[in-house]
């Protein structure tokens, strides 16, 4: 059974400061990882995907990347700023159903101006 | 930007009432899932619809759950009766295809309390 974990679980940085989330996957068996925004009672932002036979995907001042053999993704936020403060998922496909998606339990990021 | 809409977005309901939690998928989307998250945990996978039919579900999604696409654009969820533990936001989404390179949209979500 797929686990996905996410570290650290919360994260205060003051604006500008650039960062670094984690996701770690337990089996590496995956179709593609997606990091997602999630807003307070909102719902799900895709912000990357990245197929399994990717390294890495960048998006302005956000850069994913995979290392599949280890299990691990990470999430770079450049030159921060308080609307990027949400919390961030990290989610697997593959490995237990082909359609079925694996969250972690997030990482809750606050920037503080 | 299309995008995928979901009704309604909170409900309350008694339990052993039967709920139906509706979603409009983006129209040229041809997969649909339901997803849920139960306060302070992680999101869950419930089920992948397509063509008319389940192509994939979770454990969680037990004979008390149904879905159906009763026309060309909604895509429905039924609890047929709600225990407390039912208590969730919903999410709904929808991919163009099922391909390891699609994304999945999601919905902004029904918070669903049953008292």
């Known amino acids: 059974k797929q686990e996905v974990t996410q570290i650290p679980a919360a994260l205060s940085v003051p604006e500008g400061e650039n960062l670094v989330l984690n996701c770690s996957f337990t089996d590496s068996a995956i179709y593609n990882l997606q990091w997602f925004r999630q807003d307070p009672g909102k719902g799900l932002t895709s912000l990357l995907l990245i197929q399994s036979s990717q390294r890495e995907q960048t998006s302005g001042r956000l850069n994913a990347s995979l290392d599949k053999s280890s299990g691990r993704s990470t999430l770079y936020i450049a030159a921060s700023q308080p609307g990027d403060s949400a919390t961030y998922l990290c989610a697997v496909r593959g490995s237990g159903g082909y359609q079925k998606v694996t969250f972690g339990t997030g990482t809750k990021l606050q920037v503080i101006p | 930007e299309p995008e995928v809409t979901q009704t309604p977005s909170h409900q309350v309901t008694q339990m052993g009432q039967e709920v139906i939690l509706r979603c409009v998928p983006i129209?040229?989307?041809?997969?649909f899932y339901w997803y849920r998250q139960i306060l302070g945990q992680k999101v869950e996978f419930l089920v992948s619809?397509?063509?008319?039919?389940?192509?994939?579900k979770s454990e969680i999604f037990d004979d008390q759950f149904s879905v159906e696409r009763p026309d060309g654009s909604n895509f429905t969820l039924k609890i047929r009766s709600t225990k407390l533990e039912d208590s969730a936001m919903y999410f709904c989404?929808?991919?163009?295809?099922?391909?390891?390179?699609?994304?999945?949209?999601f919905g902004p979500g029904t918070r669903l309390l049953v008292l």
């Open positions: 989404a929808s991919s163009v295809l099922a391909g390891y390179q699609e994304t999945q949209y």
């Open positions: 129209s040229n989307h041809l997969y």
């Open positions: 619809f397509y063509n008319n039919e389940i192509s994939e």
